[in-house]
């Protein structure tokens, strides 16, 4: 690809715009990521990203921005996921339907209010050619409430992770991380729906996070590694669906499942 082709493509200021939202929202998905996977909690994760649909769609149907609903709605839920705490595991046939009630919701509220069903569509599938100045702001914001609330529970978060009941045993109150957690994540969600939407959020969460933990044992690297997998896979994704005229999400996606497909490799070449 050609140095002119490259200084044309950022000649557009949606191009821009584009680059600048996914580095900041695939920063955040990585490293939030990479906590979501040490803690084995992806299905709450995957559970957060659906019932974001009915929150989105709640929130057109009363005149309010699909995202903000959205970003609601999901803290909510993933509050009262963590104060299941342990418990979590033991309710995946009641998360189950009720993240099949919460899409049937959904769906009936887009039937009632159709005008911002565009705006909807694009949470669902991602639009990230579509991002303003002004939701360039938002997700700046929101990563920043990410990266201070992550900072805060940091020492925590990574004790109650490795050794939870040492963690207990030592006054740290699981439930309470747990909830603080899953309210982080939904944030990391609501974030992450901007590039590929709610359908295939953990192409940017949970794939370069498990690849990341195939490659290092690390806290440190491993994180890094997910935060720099994520953000590799959204740039180049981004590029890649400007050349060829092809969704972002189907690039990225693709992306996410080679890395993790190379990172298996790799683990299993060194054990060999």
Known sequence: MSCYAECMMFEYEFMMN?????????????????????RQQVFAGHALAHLGFTGATGAALLGISPLWGMIAFT???????GALGGRLSGYDIAISITLSLSLGSGLLFLHFFTAYATQVTVLLFGSILGVNTSMLISLAWLALLVFTAL???ARPLIFSSLQPELAEAKGV?????????????AIAVAQCTQIVGMLLVFTLMVGPAAAAQNLTNRIS???????????????????LAFYTDWPTSF???????????????????RRT
């Open 251 to 269: 690039w990225i996606s693709t992306l996410s499942t080679i890395v993790y497909g190379v990172s298996v490799l790799i683990k299993w070449w």
């Open 18 to 38: 584009a680059f600048v939202a996914s580095g900041i929202a695939a920063i955040v998905s990585g490293v939030v990521g990479f906590f979501l996977v040490l």
């Open 75 to 81: 803290v909510v839920a993933g509050l009262a996921m």
């Open 221 to 239: 690297s491993g994180i890094v590694c997910a935060a720099l997998f994520s953000l590799m896979q959204a740039w180049i994704g981004i590029t």
């Open 151 to 153: 900072t805060v529970i």
């Open 173 to 185: 109150s699981l439930r309470s991380i747990s909830m603080l957690f899953l309210a982080i994540v």
